[in-house]
């Protein structure tokens, strides 16, 4: 395989084009992960509180 | 807070400092063209510390799913398959710039190179791991199945590493083992700037393995709490 000189401004774009979409993958994939994260978090919380109330209204009547 | 949430700041806040350090090292303290390879080289710094995460995130896969097949606990199962999720998001990544490293120096998008070549297959065997996980309902078999896979499939992954070694291939091997000991042939503000790049990637995966892994257990921990509020 033969090294292909280009000129300084291509190299620039390909340089570019490699950091911007190795961001985005990355910090796409990232930010998914602490939106999914957070949604979680606030729905165990909502369940843990149901399952209290539930139980202390099974409790009550008992 | 947990101690999990801490070690996922953690690690977020170490990756967000060394990238920062990488990325200034990259484009403002190493030479601005290197012989040869000229100015597209600053692709090299965040290239190869993302092919050596993609490797030991499949480690961890690997490993995890040794411990399934020892322990049969089904938290290993979630490990290993956490780190072939992230094997894949750091190998899509290293493949996009791969591609445009090759288009800029070797004037192709693709060539059928060993290297290429075989993490490709790399790639397809971990996407197939996922694939076969899709078709299997029952837990224990899945997880028995994807860990076959999870072992066989570093086979792939150790080839690639040594294959600029043992076949005859256009892509350059720039770190060896010499006579005085481990050699990589690069300027010292390049090897700086090259291990903060490879020490943020590390800490960028251990901080997606945290989430991954919280993630998956908050899920089982909802499905709990739905059943005792059904039942």
Redesign the interface.
Known sequence: ??????P?A???A??A???I??WV??FG??LS??S??SG??R??EV??E??ER?EKSVGTRA | MTLRMRFLYAFTGLAALLTTAGLIGTFYKTPLEVKEIGFTQKIFYFHVPMAITSGVAFAVTLLASIAYLVTKDLKWDVWARVGAELGLVFGAALLTMGILWTRSTWGVWWTWDPRLTSYLVVVLLYGAYFVLRSSVDNAGEKARYAASIGILGYITVIFTMVSTRILRTAHPVLFKLGKSGFESGIEHQMLITFLSAMFAMFALCAALLVAKVTIENLSEEIEDLKDRIGG
């Open positions: 395989m033969v090294l292909k000189e280009v300084l291509t190299a620039i390909y340089v084009a490699a950091y979409g190795i993958i990355l994939y990232l992960m602490g999914k994260l979680l978090r729905q165990v369940l843990t149901a399952v539930k």
